[in-house]
């Protein structure tokens, strides 16, 4: 009887132990659960926020795409302005003036459709990472040679009235192509920030979802600590039970009576089902 109640005692300092050392891992699971909670959360809220930027700045995309296309249709009236205006003074022209006239109208015409196919290339975002900077450089280029272009002059006396034309034709369109090139860098600009806000999403939503992953694996641990937990205190409890059953005499019953009665509520709790809190778990192995 006596090693039995030896070997008794020993077991129940050893699941004591046992108990204590699960509740204080169960702690830090939880600790931890908490911390990539928050987190997560974080992460989260920083998402939403990032999500409401790329929609902003794809609303802007769009309405400078927009104003591309009107600038466009407005430099496509200027361009047919400036050949009626010139059809009008070139009528009498000699033929070795008008070949003159017709190559280095050829030539600009050629930087003209080349800057246009690019400029509707990259609206359309067919060119991606360093094709794009080639892209954006080539059209740079283009559009220099387009302003240093010098036409060959009308060399025929022409009225004052369709020279002045003329003119007028030739500086509203350089003008509406200025307003092309501006409208297509703004929205450009616009898109480029939305890609690289877009590419944040990409980036915080990885790491939340990482975080969110993580918070699981802690919570499992946290949950496997504390059933561990409550299986020690169980198997506490049966000890203490076997050590009253073995004892023949109590020196006061007074006064073990009602922390018995404390433990079998707290126990039958337990068993049932319910869920104890902290405060009552430590009073319940405090009483084995």
Known sequence: MKELKKELEVK???????????RIKRDEWNAKTREFQQTRNSLNLAVRELIQEVKK????????????????????????????????????QPIEEKKKMHKN????????????????????????GKKEDEAMKRAKFLTQKIREHVPIKVKIDATPEAQAAYDAALEAQDKAHQDVTLAASQAQAAHELMLEWNSEVDTRRAKAEEAHKTLRNTKKEADLAHHRYIVALRCLHSINNIFKTMQT??????TSSEPQLSVDNLMGKLLSGETLTTEELMQLQSMD
Not at 12 to 19: H, Y
Not at 61 to 87: F, L, P, Q, S, T
């Open 12 to 22: 129940r300092a050893s699941m004591d132990t046992k108990a204590t050392d699960f």
């Open 57 to 92: 700045q794809r609303t802007i995309r769009d309405a400078e795409n927009e104003r591309v296309r009107e600038m466009k249709r407005i430099r496509d009236e200027c361009n047919k302005n400036v050949r009626d205006a010139k059809k009008e003074i070139e009528g009498s």
């Open 105 to 128: 109208r050829k030539q600009l015409e050629q930087l003209k459709r080349e800057l246009s196919r690019l400029e509707r290339e990259i609206d359309e975002g067919r060119h991606r």
């Open 249 to 254: 005499e109590r020196r006061d019953k007074t």
